[in-house]
């Protein structure tokens, strides 16, 4: 498949855009699969259906599988001379059938308004979306079906856990009053830990920090470990210092002790690099152990894990070898058509997943890199090339399996089933394109780590959504007419994606529907937008 190449402007604003999402975004980490929590589905609308993370079947009187839904409207683009957008209003949240996706007789849709991004407290008690343009966190209750309340929050609030009891939802914030070009602050940047109290539906700060917090997880229910960075410039620019992890007692707003990291790499930096200086940026991943005791950080652009001990505060770096070469990896993807997620056309992204096993005994590592190839000054010819799958034994730190291909997964709840995908966009010589490369949908049996079906090979998997039993998996890929456009930028009305519920028990495709840009009960974002993901 080949793509008209986009004006160079359109690509720089689109690699500002995905940037500012790589730096608010959080990596996804293993369900817990004990019986005694649920969550709901929830089907978002932007990217298409995207969810908060399930886990176990959900309890009586609450719903399965929540759908959301929006108004979505077309704004430039046309004329080839603005970046095309859509944006969504008017949201809503309605609980479906988890296979017909109907709505469910007896609850009444909620309306959410603008708000997005739904994450579910593990009691399953509450969803949190938050609205980005008026700085409000709305409070759902499930099990009366209800709200939301709405809470004020501070600016770049993003949710980044709930405490084990689901009394509490924290986010790690940065805020300047004064901004001044380039990233940086009039002022002393201001660096906080904020808690909302959904039953309350109130936000109060736990903390103030004195440096970048980069990721936040909680680890119990009185503290939280941070992996954080120093600097004068805002998103990971000019880091000063090692970065290092960070233990926050959230009663008393106090860190505890600081760990420093001194071989890791966060952030963006100018570098020079085989073919050139190029700008890049390190999106590494965390990963607690169940037992609280240890975190797993794997680093962005090598096949390495810290080992942090959070009780004895020491770490230990661990190399993990690969069966073949990067090099001969990416050869045999070329030619049997196994493909990765496209990334920013400005500057090189290096970006890991992590997730760890409910037992504690396992590593799940996937992660995109980009490449660079003469003549492609600042530029990178090919974007978010899958570095494959690594299953890692905790105990000996050592690689168990391998699958190539794979740049990014999703566990299901009970640990059984990994469901991983991939694709990359390629420069092509001499011609003024792009060629999209993309293998679809591996489904891996993990007590095996055996393939157990390989679904729309040779096709771009968009979102893969898991229902709470383990036992559906909602993937959407794009439609026919999203995978011919006739040129940049691209226009979609119709057959924009499709959408599969898939029996994973089965390993069968039960049933396959057409979505457009906007089809009643189902958000699916057509056009341009959907490029950057």
Same mark, same amino acid.
């Given at each position: 498949?080949?793509?008209?190449?986009?004006?160079?402007?359109?690509?720089?604003?689109?690699?500002?855009?995905?940037?500012?999402?790589?730096?608010?975004?959080?990596?996804?980490?293993?369900?817990?699969?004990?019986?005694?929590?649920?969550?709901?589905?929830?089907?978002?609308?932007?990217?298409?259906?995207?969810?908060?993370?399930?886990?176990?079947?959900?309890?009586?009187?609450?719903?399965?599988?929540?759908?959301?839904?929006?108004?979505?409207?077309?704004?430039?683009?046309?004329?080839?001379?603005?970046?095309?957008?859509?944006?969504?209003?008017?949201?809503?949240?309605?609980?479906?059938?988890?296979?017909?996706?109907?709505?469910?007789?007896?609850?009444?849709?909620?309306?959410?308004?603008?708000?997005?991004?739904?994450?579910?407290?593990?009691?399953?008690?509450?969803?949190?979306?938050?609205?980005?343009?008026?700085?409000?966190?709305?409070?759902?209750?499930?099990?009366?079906?209800?709200?939301?309340?709405?809470?004020?929050?501070?600016?770049?609030?993003?949710?980044?856990?709930?405490?084990?009891?689901?009394?509490?939802?924290?986010?790690?914030?940065?805020?300047?009053?004064?901004?001044?070009?380039?990233?940086?602050?009039?002022?002393?940047?201001?660096?906080?830990?904020?808690?909302?109290?959904?039953?309350?539906?109130?936000?109060?700060?736990?903390?103030?920090?004195?440096?970048?917090?980069?990721?936040?997880?909680?680890?119990?229910?009185?503290?939280?470990?941070?992996?954080?960075?120093?600097?004068?410039?805002?998103?990971?620019?000019?880091?000063?210092?090692?970065?290092?992890?960070?233990?926050?007692?959230?009663?008393?707003?106090?860190?505890?002790?600081?760990?420093?990291?001194?071989?890791?790499?966060?952030?963006?930096?100018?570098?020079?690099?085989?073919?050139?200086?190029? &700008?890049?940026?390190? @999106?590494?991943?965390? $990963?607690?152990?169940? !037992? =609280?005791? +240890? #975190? %797993? /950080? *794997?680093?962005?652009?090598?096949?390495?894990?810290?080992?942090?001990?959070?009780?004895?505060?020491?770490?230990?770096?661990?190399?993990?070898?690969?069966?073949?070469?990067?090099?001969?990896?990416?050869?045999?993807?070329?030619?049997?058509?196994?493909?990765?997620?496209?990334?920013?056309?400005? &500057?090189?992204?290096? @970006?890991?997943?992590? $997730?760890?096993?409910? !037992? =504690?005994? +396992? #590593? %799940? /590592? *996937?992660?995109?890199?980009?490449?660079?190839?003469?003549?492609?000054?600042?530029?990178?010819?090919?974007?978010?090339?899958?570095?494959?799958?690594?299953?890692?034994?905790?105990?000996?730190?050592?690689?168990?399996?391998?699958?190539?291909?794979?740049?990014?997964?999703?566990?299901?709840?009970? &640990?059984?089933?990994?469901?991983?995908?991939?694709?990359?966009?390629?420069?092509?010589?001499?011609?003024?394109?792009?060629?999209?490369?993309?293998?679809?949908?591996?489904?891996?049996?993990?007590?095996?780590?055996?393939?157990?079906?390989?679904?729309?090979?040779?096709?771009?998997?968009?979102?893969?959504?898991?229902?709470?039993?383990?036992?559906?998996?909602?993937?959407?890929?794009?439609?026919?007419?999203?995978?011919?456009?006739?040129?940049?930028?691209?226009?979609?009305?119709?057959?924009?994606?499709?959408?599969?519920?898939?029996?994973?028990?089965?390993?069968?495709?039960?049933?396959?529907?057409?979505?457009?840009?906007?089809?009643?009960?189902?958000?699916?974002?057509?056009?341009?937008?959907?490029?950057?993901?």
């Amino acid at each position: 498949m080949r793509l008209t190449r986009p004006p160079r402007w359109v690509v720089l604003v689109g690699a500002a855009a995905l940037l500012l999402w790589l730096a608010l975004n959080a990596l996804a980490t293993a369900s817990d699969p004990s019986p005694a929590v649920a969550d709901p589905i929830l089907l978002d609308g932007a990217p298409p259906l995207a969810l908060a993370s399930p886990t176990v079947p959900p309890r009586e009187g609450t719903p399965e599988v929540v759908l959301m839904r929006a108004v979505s409207t077309r704004v430039g683009g046309g004329d080839g001379t603005t970046v095309p957008s859509v944006q969504l209003t008017d949201r809503v949240m309605q609980p479906v059938d988890p296979v017909s996706l109907e709505p469910l007789a007896g609850w009444p849709p909620l309306d959410v308004s603008a708000a997005s991004e739904p994450t579910v407290s593990p009691d399953r008690q509450f969803a949190a979306l938050i609205d980005w343009d008026a700085n409000s966190l709305g409070i759902v209750d499930l099990e009366v079906w209800s709200g939301p309340r709405w809470v004020e929050v501070p600016d770049q609030f993003w949710p980044r856990g709930w405490s084990p009891d689901s009394s509490a939802l924290l986010s790690a914030a940065t805020a300047c009053t004064q901004p001044l070009a380039e990233g940086r602050c009039g002022e002393e940047w201001r660096h906080e830990v904020w808690s909302v109290d959904p039953e309350a539906a109130s936000a109060s700060m736990v903390a103030e920090l004195d440096a970048w917090p980069d990721e936040l997880l909680v680890r119990d229910a009185s503290t939280a470990v941070l992996l954080m960075h120093r600097g004068d410039v805002c998103c990971g620019i000019e880091v000063q210092g090692e970065p290092f992890v960070a233990i926050l007692d959230l009663g008393s707003g106090t860190v505890v002790a600081e760990i420093p990291l001194p071989d890791l790499v966060v952030g963006q930096r100018i570098e020079e690099r085989e073919h050139g200086t190029f &700008g890049t940026i390190r @999106r590494v991943a965390l $990963a607690l152990h169940p !037992d =609280g005791r +240890r #975190l %797993y /950080i *794997a680093h962005a652009d090598e096949d390495r894990v810290a080992v942090v001990d959070l009780e004895a505060e020491e770490v230990e770096t661990f190399d993990l070898a690969r069966e073949r070469s990067l090099f001969s990896r990416l050869g045999g993807w070329l030619l049997g058509g196994f493909v990765s997620t496209a990334e920013a056309k400005g &500057g090189l992204n290096f @970006r890991k997943q992590m $997730a760890v096993s409910a !037992d =504690g005994s +396992r #590593l %799940y /590592i *996937a992660g995109i890199e980009d490449h660079t190839c003469p003549d492609h000054e600042y530029f990178g010819c090919r974007s978010g090339v899958p570095l494959g799958l690594q299953v890692v034994d905790t105990a000996s730190m050592q690689v168990v399996h391998e699958e190539p291909g794979i740049g990014r997964f999703e566990v299901a709840p009970g &640990g059984r089933w990994l469901l991983g995908s991939g694709r990359y966009y390629e420069e092509v010589e001499g011609e003024d394109q792009m060629a999209l490369h993309a293998f679809g949908l591996k489904v891996l049996d993990l007590q095996t780590n055996e393939v157990v079906r390989h679904l729309w090979p040779g096709e771009p998997i968009v979102r893969v959504t898991l229902a709470p039993d383990g036992r559906h998996a909602y993937v959407v890929t794009y439609g026919s007419h999203h995978l011919d456009p006739p040129e940049w930028p691209l226009e979609c009305e119709e057959s924009c994606y499709r959408l599969a519920i898939l029996d994973l028990n089965r390993g069968t495709v039960m049933e396959e529907r057409d979505l457009g840009p906007e089809v009643p009960g189902i958000e699916a974002l057509g056009g341009a937008s959907a490029w950057w993901w």
